[in-house]
């Protein structure tokens, strides 16, 4: 099981870091990453860090400003640093996880999903 944390309200030009835990289970070999979702759009990638080995993905609209990385202090937890954050990252934010190599840019490649936890961007 899977839980995302740490969304919230923020200026433009903020920042929010988000977590995602893994309970229940430890991560394999392969990526853990974070989509967005705004209604009436399909859920968009947003980063992916492969678990044994540290290599990261970005949407391009994000690179530079987010960086997705295992958290330090906890095992089985990555996180989304989000900086510099503009008004068009508002959504809600879901972390993933696949176990199997291949482009870790596809929502539908994804098993297992945590709850959204929403981060709004105000102007």
């Known amino acids: 099981q899977l839980q995302a944390s740490g969304g919230g309200t923020v200026q433009a030009g903020g920042s929010l870091r988000l977590s995602c835990a893994a309970s229940?289970?430890?991560?394999?070999?392969?990526?853990v990453a974070w989509f967005r979702q705004v209604p009436g759009r399909e859920r968009e990638f947003v980063a992916a860090?492969?678990?044994?080995?540290?290599?990261?993905?970005y949407a391009d609209s994000v690179k530079g400003r987010f960086a997705v990385a295992r958290d330090s202090a906890r095992r089985n937890a990555v996180d989304l640093q989000m900086n510099s954050l503009k008004p068009e990252d508002t959504a809600v934010y879901y972390c993933?996880?696949?176990?199997?190599?291949?482009?870790?840019?596809?929502?539908?490649?994804?098993?297992?999903w945590g709850q959204g936890t929403q981060v709004t961007v105000s102007s």
């Open positions: 993933a996880y696949r176990n199997a190599p291949g482009a870790p840019t596809s929502a539908t490649e994804y098993g297992s």
């Open positions: 229940g289970r430890t991560f394999g070999s392969y990526f």
């Open positions: 860090t492969r678990w044994n080995g540290g290599v990261t993905y």
